[in-house]
């Protein structure tokens, strides 16, 4: 039998992927946000119901909860407004709800296509790991100067901290946005602590032995392999752990740098973070089982920050070309959020209890081996970078930090968290002010 030909512009369409098999799960957890979703659908339908009888009633008055009450003079000037914008849009005001509740099921249909378009793309992350020069437990240091041979003398030789929340190959994402590369290629001779999968061992640990233990013991390494101090550089969570190691141990540091590094943690939004603290009660039976957070239940603290951010940005990745090179930075940033590791529940505590909840570093009260962690007390060259549009680490929260390190750089890039280190504009917005730093050092 001979096959028919395909209808008229049935062919393929140009930046589309076909359908293809499912390649990852995600977004994680998958059904908090489709939850989300569906809770937002049901809130503003009900919100746009409320206000469109508000507006064409004939007057209020204060209800029992408080809110605002309407004069008979007030609410005919609202449903005259409104009434004028639905004319001028060719609607009827009667079809405000009907269009309201086609607008959020078109965002809802958006979001599932975006987030199947996601699980099916073709990308895998290809980037082989450069040699561990020294290894405890689960970490290793990876020697990211291996990946620029002919590397040229006088570059600094840095260790660089990640969170203990995240994969460290954030830094090292793909050939085009690595900021380690770009450092190395560059003279420089960057180290990462890759924390590893914590193990048996591991989450028994506190931020004590985090730092005063594996930490430190990294960063011996890293000196005793440049032949001197070294630059000590953490983003995000890293950059506490790293900043508590500069004060410990100052002869092992020639410079310190904190990339959108939270410190007060009450600054602009002390609800905000006292609600994640209010998280902790709940995570204990999770901990109790695992001797950790498990990697699902980080990520609904940190979608609890940004509710309905998932649904937006999965709605703007089905709208892109999906052979794009956006596309492409979109898919491998997904894929690393989702590929998470677990928090020790000793480490969890402390950090949800005592930074989230009490403030501590903010109120110079968190101390590491019986030493207080005070940034005024760091003597030497420092650099904090502090992006403007970063919803993870509020800049009134990382701000501060730099404001107590004397002499301090203080770099405020108008990018995200995650942007400003592996996003398309990262090299602009920190890669290269960063490594003018390090070569004026």
Known sequence: MTASPPPPGSGPIPGHIPPGPLRRRGPRPLLLHLLLAGWRQTAVQSAALSAFSNAFSTGSTASS???RSWSSAEAAERAARIASGLAAAGLDPGALPTAVLAELTRQDAAFI????AY??????????????????GGSRLLDYGATAPGRAAGGATL???????NRAYVLDLTEEASFLRYLAARGHRPLLLDWGWPGEAERGFGLTDVIAGRLERALAASAAIAGGPVVLAGYCMGGLLALAA????PELVRGFAALATPWDFHAGDPD???????LLPLLEPAMAFHDAVPVDGLQILFTALDPFGIAAKFRAFGRLAQDSARARLFVALEDWLADGV????PVARECIGGWYGRNEPGRLAWSVAGMTVDPRALAMPAFVAVPGRDRI?????ARPLGGLIEGAVLHEPAAGHIGMVAGSGAEAALWRPFAAWLAGL
Request: zero cysteines; hydrophobic letters at 45%; a positive charge.
């Open 272 to 278: 905000r973070a006292r609600t994640a603290a209010m």
């Open 119 to 136: 699980r099916r793309h073709p990308y895998v992350r290809s980037l082989a790991d450069p040699p561990p020069l020294w290894a405890e």
């Open 159 to 165: 260790l660089v901290v990640p969170s203990l929340v």
């Open 113 to 116: 296509s975006g987030i199947a």
């Open 65 to 67: 909860s408080g809110s």
């Open 342 to 345: 677990p928090l020790a529940a």
């Open 393 to 397: 680490v509020p800049p009134e929260s």
């Open 246 to 249: 500069a004060l410990r141990r």
